[in-house]
């Protein structure tokens, strides 16, 4: 027999509030119904299970538990995504979907694992298991992605992860927003053409931006499909390293590289006597070969100058001794002319923006633990999130073009939802205030299409007939 509510409980469910702004009354009521503010999420999953998700993490996972009460471990770590994909910027935060069984129920899971399971995930990882688990999972995204007619290109960067505390790896190094603090400092490849995260390393914040950086490089080369080949690689600065150099050449890898302005370097500038003026003698480029102490050939330098305005930032070094100008300088083995080279280059500067949506948008420095493969391995878990995410844009959502994770997450994850029951059917009732279902029909239909492989989203360059004051922002030496 069903126990009714008692008069002082009925009570205590009921209050009068009082709106900001005009005049009445609202009353507040609790409800025994699911609801979730993520209803959006469903064409997402939808697309998981549609490329096979679910199997693929089963299948790579390098350890169980041997507890018959354990959550399985793809639960948790889906769980953990999902988190991060809606907001999470701590482990503290996967609190947020656990009484979410609207959510639950999106996702087909009974118990959704707390901030301990998850840490607790992530602390069985150790370097092998780095590496017997995420990479397979990345050869698999990568299989479902077309390669661009012409490839890809292939940009290194490195960003700072401030830390607080002592963990593992934590240490003094470069960091110009908050200097002598400790850091880590993750190096990370990023395929150009695409919203794409090839390959990263969670490193020692002491460690300098090229270090490791053959290594790390051969690693990203071997997740590449059979027969794809990056069609130019690109880095700043703290790549400029005869080592890095000399692998690319002996690989046959284009590249084009920021040169340092070192001694030698600003010599051979000041001995340049022919230059090719552009834009009105606004901006000048020129080419010269030279071998710097401690190689053991002769390579191209590609230069341009750029004259001082008032009316304009110049972006570049000044050379003391030449005043007026600016200065950028790159190495490179590629044959084209140094206008070409320029604006190859400059639209490396999406790799910062990805960086900072991986940052910004998803948190990836805010989940950390005192272990530091736990603490990598969660790393790659938002980077595994980011690469989920082009591709189901590049399948789901391609009309609207390219949105980093939060504007996505405005546009198409946030919605209301209830779960209920229609005799024996679970149902899930979007609210028509948030564009109800017809809103999520058309991108649960293209989230269960098959399509493979899945073309990128991004266009790779710009227009060539375009004004060079377009790709003045990029290539500084610094």
């Not at 064409?43 to 390098?62: K, Q």
């Not at 690693?219 to 600065?237: H, I, T, Y």
Request: aromatic share 12%; hydrophobic share 45%; net charge positive.
């Amino acid at each position: 027999m069903k126990k009714t509510s008692t008069t002082a409980t009925a009570q205590n469910d009921t209050r009068n509030f009082a709106p900001l702004f005009g005049g009445g009354e609202l009353k507040m009521k609790s409800t025994a119904k699911a609801v979730t503010p993520f209803g959006g999420m469903v064409s997402f999953f939808a697309w998981l299970g549609a490329i096979g998700y679910g199997a693929r993490i089963t299948a790579a996972m390098p350890f169980s538990y041997q507890s018959p009460n354990a959550i399985p471990l793809q639960h948790t770590l889906t769980a953990f995504l999902s988190s991060v994909l809606v907001g999470a910027s701590r482990f503290a935060h996967a609190g947020w979907l656990r009484h979410d069984k609207a959510l639950h129920a999106m996702l087909g899971i009974d118990r959704f694992p707390g901030e301990d399971a998850i840490r607790g995930f992530f602390h069985q990882f150790t370097q092998a298991r780095i590496e017997a688990f995420w990479r397979p999972l990345w050869v698999w995204l990568l299989g479902l992605l077309e390669e661009p007619a012409g490839g890809f290109t292939l940009d290194m960067d490195s960003t700072i992860f401030n830390r607080e505390g002592s963990q593992q790896g934590a240490a003094k190094g470069y960091n110009p927003r908050r200097p002598g603090r400790k850091s880590h400092h993750p190096l990370l490849a990023v395929l150009a053409e695409a919203p794409f995260v090839l390959h990263a390393w969670l490193r020692s914040g002491n460690t300098s931006a090229g270090r490791g950086v053959v290594a790390f490089l051969s690693e990203a080369l071997a997740l590449l499909p059979r027969g794809w080949k990056p069609r130019c690689v690109r880095a700043d600065s703290g790549f400029f390293d005869k080592a890095l150099l000399g692998f690319l050449e002996e690989r046959a890898l284009p590249y084009i590289v920021v040169a340092r302005l070192t001694t030698e370097v600003k010599r051979r500038l000041h001995g340049i006597s022919h230059w090719q003026e552009i834009d009105g003698g606004a901006y000048a480029a020129a080419c010269f070969h030279a071998r710097l102490s401690g190689w053991d050939q002769d390579r191209r330098f590609v230069v341009v100058r750029e004259r001082v305005r008032e009316e304009k930032a110049a972006v570049g070094r000044k050379l003391i001794d030449v005043p007026g100008y600016t200065f950028r300088v790159w190495v490179t083995n590629r044959t084209q002319d140094a206008l070409e080279i320029w604006r190859d280059y400059n639209p490396r500067a999406t790799v910062e923006q990805r960086i900072e949506e991986i940052k910004n948008d998803l948190n990836a420095d805010g989940f950390c633990t005192k272990a530091f493969f736990a603490t990598e391995a969660a790393f790659l878990a938002v980077l595994f999130a980011y690469n989920l995410l082009a591709l189901y844009q590049a399948q789901v959502t391609k009309a609207c073009g390219y949105r980093k994770p939060s504007t996505l997450r405005a546009a198409v994850f946030v919605g209301g939802a209830i779960l209920g029951r229609c005799g024996r059917q679970t149902l899930l009732r979007f609210s028509q205030a948030w564009g109800g279902l017809q809103k999520h029909n058309p991108l649960i239909v293209a989230a269960l299409l098959s399509q493979k492989p899945i073309a990128p989203l991004l266009p790779r360059s710009p227009n060539p007939h375009s004004s060079w004051q377009t790709f003045a922002s990029g290539g500084c030496s610094t």
